[in-house]
């Protein structure tokens, strides 16, 4: 049994935090209180299903005990009390999900960042394979994509590209997809038919607001210079493009996707934002160890996280050692959700298992 002191803590934040927003409250203390309502209105609405539920079953169970009760009501209150426990396994299954912590940055929007790995030019053309799928699934979620910036590579592949995702949860799902991304295949350059193997990188970062990360004006260099375009032509003549350099730390962010400088400047600034957010999160998880011993949701860029192989049609996530035959709908991103999926599930399972062990 879930403790019912924790339960209800938690409807008298959320009470507090409905009266809060009822108050008018503006500004920063808005937004965040905003957030918050988000993230605890799903988790109430399974608290008071799983109250009632468990109303209901004590009012069959106290239906049964009674000596009064004729023959027939009993069983009709033992019909009930049967898939009534059936609804309270379930739905104490759930509130657990839900009560287990959060990563802070589950609800923000996220950064995708594809860099073509091993491989020469087929390793560009997959990191350009990539940025549909994402694209694509993004859409399908109806998710907001913004392409931040992209550098393309001879054979119309993509040397690096980084897209921005706004939408409700995208990081809390996206997370999954940093690491390694291997690909097996034919290239449209081999003559001899032979299959060869090539790799990508994912790094999806939370997008930080404001209130999430400061940057002091002083600790930034930056620096204009003329946007160029493949092969070295002008894409325009002025000094449009931007380079932000974060002194502290050595980041420096180039942008000249927008024609605009201040354009450029804003999104560099999100992108650095979103860097330093980063840092400060690994910062504090490195005190998590154990957390991060976890194949699912560790982040560990450098870890080989999914294959796909062309000539076999087949996905295989090693993380969670799952193999799908259905390649094209994955690149397609069409049913990248099903890897995710079962990515959250484990996630979840696995978090659920580590917080019953320690009692």
């Given at each position: 049994m879930?403790?019912?002191?924790?339960?209800?803590?938690?409807?008298?934040r959320?009470?507090?935090v409905?009266?809060?927003?009822?108050?008018?409250?503006?500004?920063?203390?808005?937004v965040?209180?905003?957030?918050?309502h988000?993230?605890?209105?799903?988790?109430?609405?399974?608290?008071?299903?799983?109250?009632?539920?468990?109303?209901d079953?004590?009012?069959?169970?106290?239906?049964?005990?009674d000596?009064k009760?004729?023959?027939e009501?009993?069983?009709?209150?033992?019909?009930?009390?049967?898939?009534?426990?059936q609804?309270?396994?379930?739905v104490?299954?759930?509130?657990?999900?839900?009560?287990?912590?959060?990563?802070?940055?589950?609800?923000?929007?996220?950064?995708?960042?594809?860099?073509?790995?091993?491989g020469?030019?087929?390793?560009?053309?997959?990191?350009?394979?990539?940025?549909?799928?994402?694209?694509r699934?993004?859409?399908?979620q109806?998710?907001?994509?913004?392409?931040?910036?992209?550098t393309?590579?001879?054979?119309?592949?993509?040397?690096?590209?980084?897209?921005?995702?706004?939408?409700?949860?995208?990081?809390?799902?996206?997370?999954?997809?940093?690491?390694?991304?291997?690909?097996q295949?034919?290239?449209?350059?081999?003559?001899?038919?032979?299959?060869?193997?090539?790799?990508?990188?994912?790094?999806?970062?939370?997008?930080?607001?404001?209130?999430?990360?400061?940057?002091?004006?002083k600790?930034?260099?930056?620096?204009?210079?003329?946007?160029q375009?493949?092969?070295?032509?002008?894409?325009?003549?002025?000094?449009s493009a931007?380079?932000?350099?974060?002194?502290?730390?050595?980041?420096?962010?180039?942008?000249?996707?927008?024609?605009?400088?201040?354009?450029?400047?804003?999104?560099?600034?999100?992108?650095?934002?979103?860097?330093?957010?980063?840092?400060?999160?690994?910062?504090?998880?490195?005190?998590?160890?154990?957390?991060?011993?976890?194949?699912?949701?560790?982040?560990?860029?450098?870890?080989?996280i999914?294959?796909?192989?062309?000539p076999?049609?087949?996905?295989?996530?090693?993380?969670?050692?799952?193999?799908?035959?259905?390649l094209?709908?994955?690149?397609?991103?069409?049913?990248?959700?099903?890897?995710i999926?079962?990515?959250?599930?484990?996630?979840?399972?696995?978090?659920?298992?580590?917080?019953?062990?320690?009692?």
């Amino acid at each position: 049994m879930i403790p019912t002191a924790k339960l209800d803590r938690l409807l008298d934040r959320f009470h507090a935090v409905e009266a809060e927003l009822a108050s008018g409250a503006g500004g920063a203390g808005f937004v965040k209180l905003s957030k918050e309502h988000a993230e605890l209105s799903p988790v109430v609405e399974v608290v008071r299903e799983y109250r009632k539920v468990q109303d209901d079953l004590a009012g069959a169970e106290a239906l049964i005990a009674d000596p009064k009760t004729d023959s027939e009501m009993r069983g009709l209150a033992e019909e009930e009390r049967a898939e009534l426990k059936q609804r309270f396994e379930k739905v104490e299954h759930d509130l657990r999900i839900k009560l287990l912590p959060k990563d802070a940055a589950d609800s923000s929007n996220a950064i995708i960042e594809i860099r073509a790995g091993t491989g020469g030019d087929e390793a560009a053309l997959f990191a350009a394979d990539l940025l549909e799928m994402y694209t694509r699934y993004c859409s399908l979620q109806g998710w907001r994509t913004e392409l931040m910036s992209r550098t393309d590579s001879d054979l119309g592949g993509i040397k690096e590209a980084v897209l921005d995702v706004t939408g409700q949860g995208a990081f809390a799902r996206l997370k999954f997809e940093s690491g390694v991304h291997r690909v097996q295949r034919v290239p449209v350059t081999e003559a001899q038919g032979r299959i060869h193997t090539s790799a990508a990188t994912v790094a999806v970062l939370p997008e930080a607001e404001d209130v999430d990360i400061h940057i002091d004006e002083k600790d930034l260099r930056i620096d204009v210079f003329r946007a160029q375009g493949a092969g070295g032509q002008h894409v325009n003549k002025t000094e449009s493009a931007v380079r932000v350099t974060h002194l502290p730390t050595g980041i420096a962010i180039a942008q000249q996707t927008e024609k605009s400088q201040h354009k450029n400047k804003a999104a560099a600034m999100k992108m650095l934002r979103a860097k330093l957010f980063e840092i400060e999160r690994e910062r504090i998880d490195s005190a998590r160890a154990s957390e991060r011993k976890s194949m699912v949701g560790s982040g560990d860029r450098s870890e080989r996280i999914r294959t796909y192989n062309f000539p076999q049609g087949r996905v295989t996530d090693h993380r969670i050692n799952l193999t799908l035959y259905k390649l094209d709908r994955i690149i397609s991103g069409d049913d990248l959700g099903e890897i995710i999926d079962a990515l959250v599930a484990q996630d979840q399972a696995d978090r659920l298992a580590a917080m019953e062990a320690e009692g």
